[in-house]
């Protein structure tokens, strides 16, 4: 499958039809210079186009309905929309990296590049079926997020505080009565401070049949059985567990009354029109499935071959992991945060402020279902791990860029490679050229 770009990028009302002679002109031009605009194309391309838009300008002006370049100030937009070849270049650079990571680490997934609002490249790599290397991936496949689920669950909390029913500063035995600690708020949960115990420690210990499935309300039930020692005292120090995320499951469950899966659906899948994405559960089983049925397999590497993951009986647990969605889905999902979709603008950069106070120790900090990027001015990210699945998703809210990574294998290339991509140079796109770069 090859990197798409998008046709909205041409623009047929600066369209001009020249006649054959300037047709012929301009192929010879564009033949002459293609190797030099392949290698130095970001920083002379813009320049050509401007003189082959003049060019088309001045054999046109006795045409009867022939139009002006668009002039503005100082500033000229040439006939040519430049944009899309800069996507095309973008993208040819891009496809050819992650060329190189498929042979050099095996990466096996799907990308999605964005900038300004515009898809430089979508594409597949690899297959469904990894140890075969059968059924080639496609891009509207959906993956499991692992980790990366989380900001769907903070998203939900978030809907329930904006609509009155939550208050994210009280104590969350208002709605688990049973809880057995004290002083646990939402805000504490979604900001990895509550100091809580792992629930997949516990669950290893004291899940006697592995072959049941373990979901949220016996989670919850063996949190207050044993009641296992705290990591420390709530909003004593940051510290990223799973228990956190998997209990907004069971807030949202106990606020509306519905299970968790049917309000993410309802509240953010269906609205933003992720019609890939769902949420795995064991809802009604009673023994774990050898394999799970639905999205792309996950696999591991073991004994020097590739192996489809089975299904877990912790897979059972929805909130911190299970979410399904394909890299147009969770696009989807990036521009409803920037256009404001689902929830007001006030509401949605709670979800970027960090949660705990600066520290030495750690680089980066943590908001509602985000990782805050140190460093970095306005960058948010979450990558996930698990069974077979790694998932990488950066958000540069300041250059406008997003890049989602989906890999069915626990192995493959470091989040270094991906993080370089968000650092390259910002593309010129949409903007005018200042007629002085044209001279």
Known sequence: MEYSVGSKFRDSRHFISPNPQIVCFRKLVLRKFAGFMDNYFLKYGLILLAFLSLISCNSTKEQKHATKPLAVGHYIIPYTNGDS???AHKAKLLNKKFEHLRRLTGFNGVVLYAEKGRIIIKKAYGFRNVRRRRNPLRTGDAFQLASGSKM???????ILKHRGKVNYDVDIRTYLPDFPYQGITLRLLMN???GLPRYMSLAQKEWKNKRQPMDNKEMLRLLETYKPHAYSKPNARFHYCNTNYALLANIVEAVTGQHFEDFVQQNIFNPLHMDSSFIYN???LKEVPLYISRGVPGYYYRGWRWREMTDDYLDAVIGDK?????VGDLYKFDRSLDEFTLLPDSVIREAFKPGSPHSWRRRDNYGFGWRIRGGMDSTVYHFGWWKGFRSFNIRDMKHHKTLIVLTNTDRGPGSVNFWNIIKSD???????????RLK
Do not use: D, E, K, Q
């Open 282 to 284: 064991m809802r009604g």
């Open 192 to 194: 990895h401070r509550s």
């Open 152 to 158: 769907f669950s903070a998203m939900a909390i978030m």
């Open 85 to 87: 070849l800069i996507i």
């Open 426 to 436: 910002t593309l010129p796109l949409g903007n005018a050229v200042p007629i002085s």
């Open 322 to 326: 299970n979410v399904y969605c394909s």
